[in-house]
């Protein structure tokens, strides 16, 4: 997952305009579940984002604008590699 999280990191850094479909990634990506909203993952299309709420129900949303501007951008970067560094972490592959 490191490695998804790094390149996904590097296509946000790259884009020069808002990106629906890197939104999407990237809202799956740094989603973090809790005890209303359980899992996330992108619908057929990849154009939104289904959310599984407590109970079993799923709603459908729009991702978040995290391509909108380029700070959005450059901290949208930063937020994966921060969750990439994490993961590393985690699985005892530190630094």
């Known amino acids: 997952m490191t490695t998804e999280l790094l390149a996904l990191a590097d296509r946000v ?4 305009g808002f ?3 890197l939104d999407v990634q990237c809202e799956v990506a740094l989603f973090e579940p809790d005890a209303c909203e359980l899992a996330i993952r992108p ?3 990849g154009t939104k984002v ?5 109970g079993g129900a799923d709603r459908t949303f729009l991702a978040r604008d995290f391509t909108i501007s380029a700070r959005a951008r450059a901290d949208t970067a930063a ?6 560094h994490a993961s ?3 699985d005892g592959r530190g630094e």
């Not at 289904?50 to 407590?54: D, K, L, Q, R, S």
């Not at 937020?79 to 990439?84: G, P, S, V």
């Open 19 to 21: 990106c629906n479909e």
């Open 88 to 90: 590393r972490v985690g």
């Open 13 to 16: 850094e790259a884009e020069r």
């Open 43 to 45: 619908n057929a299309a």
């Open 79 to 84: 937020k994966l590699r921060a969750r990439a």
């Open 50 to 54: 289904i959310v599984t709420i407590a």
